[in-house]
């Protein structure tokens, strides 16, 4: 059996991130894929839980990416394509970087809208409340303005359909353009 890839679609809320890579991992060209939502993690923590966009969750959120980090591992160790779904900006991208030493095929790309659009994506669907949920994804739509060397893993969606979005990411994932390692 050949080891499958992980393919890390990030971003800022608003992005499309969750609705890209369900798409991507139902046409996987793979015999078999799976969706890993990130999000879905931080609803495993029982007690001690620190909303993950506030202060004092760094060592919280570390611990939860490692976790689906290792989960991805396993899939791909099985042969299935893994689309995981989440923000993961540059400064968590350590661990990633380490499974892909490890012999892993990484695919790193972040979506990116502008930010009006960003906005009107992402604001009213939060169970926060609109000015406080408007202020986090103003805050999480700066920290993904300037990757640094990452920049060329950016996938420009303002203009794109979903359809659009993941031909785009299925075209880098193809022409090995975005891997990491």
Excluded: C
């Excluded at 890839?5 to 793979?30: C, H, N, Q």
């Excluded at 000015?131 to 994804?137: A, F, I, S, Y």
Aim: charged content about 25%; cysteine-free.
């Amino acid at each position: 059996m050949s080891m499958g890839r992980m393919i890390v679609i990030s971003g800022s809320p608003g992005t499309g991130k969750t609705t890209v890579s369900a798409a991507l991992a139902r046409e996987s060209d793979l015999e078999r894929s799976v969706h890993m939502h990130t999000d879905d993690f931080y609803q495993f923590l029982s007690k001690g839980a620190i909303p993950p966009h506030l202060p004092g969750s760094e060592q919280q959120n570390l611990v939860v990416i490692e976790a689906f980090l290792e989960a991805a591992k396993r899939y791909a160790r099985g042969g299935y394509d893994v689309v995981v779904d989440g923000i993961v900006g540059p400064w968590f991208l350590e661990p990633w970087l380490q499974a892909a030493r490890e012999g892993h095929e990484v695919h790193y790309l972040v979506l990116r809208a502008g930010r009006e659009e960003t906005l009107r994506r992402a604001t009213g669907r939060s169970k926060l409340d609109r000015e406080t949920n408007t202020r986090l994804v103003e805050r999480m739509w700066t920290q993904f303005q300037d990757l640094g060397a990452y920049e060329e893993n950016v996938i420009d969606i303002t203009s794109l359909s979903i359809e659009e979005t993941v031909s785009a990411v299925k075209r880098r994932v193809a022409e090995r353009t975005a891997l990491l390692g």
